[in-house]
């Protein structure tokens, strides 16, 4: 939040029309700090995209809390779609939980 009231004050901005997080794990971050970070930058604009990444285990079970903190898009890591593929490449969630975390976000 420091980050953005320093360069939105310093550029004159008062909100942005999108917001991603993404990079390393940001699904792994707090729902109160996603909806701290969401409602501060987006200011009084109210509705707009924010993007998050996530792996589908670390995802799974939290399509509602994101939802409610104000996420509106999802870039989930689906590696592949084998669990012996998923294990090559050390992945932490398998191909059941990727699909459950895909049905879990389209009824959401």
């Known amino acids: 939040l420091t ?3 320093v360069l939105s004050d310093r550029h004159q901005i008062t909100s942005a029309d999108t917001i991603f997080f993404g990079g390393g794990t ?3 971050m707090h729902m ?3 909806e701290a ?4 930058i987006s200011g ?4 707009l995209e924010v993007s998050l990444e996530g792996n589908p285990g670390d995802l799974l079970g939290k399509m509602s809390s994101l939802e409610s903190a104000g996420v509106t898009r999802l870039s989930m890591g689906l ?5 012996k593929d998923l294990l090559y490449l050390n992945r932490d969630h398998s191909v059941a939980q990727s699909m459950d975390c ?3 976000s389209l009824t959401t």
């Open 102 to 104: 895909l049905q879990q």
């Open 44 to 47: 009084s604009k109210g509705a």
């Open 37 to 40: 970070l969401v409602r501060e």
């Open 3 to 5: 980050e953005w009231r």
């Open 26 to 28: 940001p699904s792994l």
């Open 32 to 34: 109160d700090t996603i």
């Open 79 to 83: 590696q592949a779609l084998s669990d």
